[in-house]
């Protein structure tokens, strides 16, 4: 294992360090937690956006904190969800008495600890209210998950819920934004290599140099199935083909995503960029705007994923609402 590392243990407690050393302007660190908070935390008026989940995903989830999008993120250890204790944090230190939205991707770990956080917050007090986020098209259920797993299309989520929260709509109007969003917002991956998690030091699992893994989640877990290599513009009809499938686009606006899982050039994803585009155009489908870089990784896994968000006049004014949030400006 090659890796810039100091000692394996203490990778997310360095990490946060140096992100919050790095973004001290707008960010700072709840102490002797793993939270990341705006400095102007709790916005008064304003409902709380917390969301999380397991490190190695930069720049989720720290990256998306920052005004237009959450208001807090929870780190947990290397692709392990935070525990409750540290989600209950981050609500208390959110809450402006106008309530608190948690976003979580659906798996398994991830569901019950902030569900958890939640019911502690509400025992103290605090409105709570939470979705799950379920994009991925490649599984009906997981290794990780009952349902869909939630990847890549959660930033989007973060994005409008963050957007509409930061105009001080009440707590069941941004709820009702980030439900609209999961609903129109779709997701499949690709893995072309494994990554390593640093506190095994091994492979999280095998490819041959030769295949590769479709509809994988974000952590490298089983897909639809393992295939020989194919070029850019077949993997992306595969994966478009499938997200198409799965909803209704016809003569629809959308918002694309080519999201890295760690270690893919943006050469490549923009090769991929290409061949989705086209294949839109070919259907009747208009990007209204699009996201080509790492947004939702997997340590230094190579392969990548699309997402497609269908719009309406909600969505867009959202989408094109500014943030600072250091990953989405």
């Not at 009747?284 to 990784?297: D, K, L, S």
Request: one cysteine or more; hydrophobic letters at 40%; proline letters at 4%.
């Amino acid at each position: 294992m090659k890796k810039v590392l100091n000692h394996t243990d203490a990778v997310v407690e360095e990490m946060l360090d140096g992100f919050v050393k790095a973004h001290s302007d707008s960010l700072k660190r709840l102490p002797d937690t793993s939270v990341v908070i705006r400095n102007d935390a709790p916005v008064t008026g304003k409902v709380g956006i917390v969301s999380g989940g397991g490190s190695g995903h930069e720049p989720a989830h720290a990256g998306y904190v920052g005004k237009g999008m959450l208001d807090a993120a929870v780190a947990g250890e290397v692709f392990t969800s935070p525990t409750p204790d540290q989600v209950l944090e981050a609500i208390k230190a959110v809450d402006s008495g106008e309530g608190v939205l948690l976003i979580i991707k659906n798996y398994t770990g991830d569901v019950m600890n902030f569900d958890m956080a939640a019911e502690l917050a509400e025992a103290e007090g605090i409105t709570v209210e939470k979705v799950i986020v379920n994009d991925d098209v490649s599984v009906e259920d997981s290794t990780f998950t009952s349902g869909r797993r939630g990847i890549a299309g959660t930033v989007f989520v973060h994005k409008v819920a963050g957007a509409i929260a930061e105009t001080k709509a009440p707590l069941q109007e941004v709820k009702a934004a980030a439900e609209n969003v999961i609903k129109q917002v779709r997701s499949m991956g690709v893995a072309l290599s494994p990554c390593t998690v640093p506190a095994s030091g091994k492979p999280s699992f095998t490819l041959e140099e030769d295949e590769m893994e479709i509809g994988i989640g974000i952590h490298g877990e089983p897909g639809i199935e393992r295939v020989p290599l194919q070029s850019a513009d077949r993997i992306a009809d595969t994966l478009l083909g499938k997200i198409l499938a799965d909803h209704e686009y016809d003569n629809s606006e959308v918002a694309v995503m080519i999201n890295g899982m760690g270690a893919t050039p943006e050469m490549e994803l923009y090769i991929v960029y290409r061949q989705v585009a086209n294949l839109l155009k070919e259907k009747g489908i208009t990007i209204y705007a699009n996201w080509v870089g790492e947004y939702m990784t997997a340590l230094e896994m190579a392969g990548f994923s699309i997402t497609l968000l269908k719009l309406d006049h909600q969505i867009k004014s959202a989408l094109s609402a500014t943030t600072d949030a250091q990953a989405f400006k």
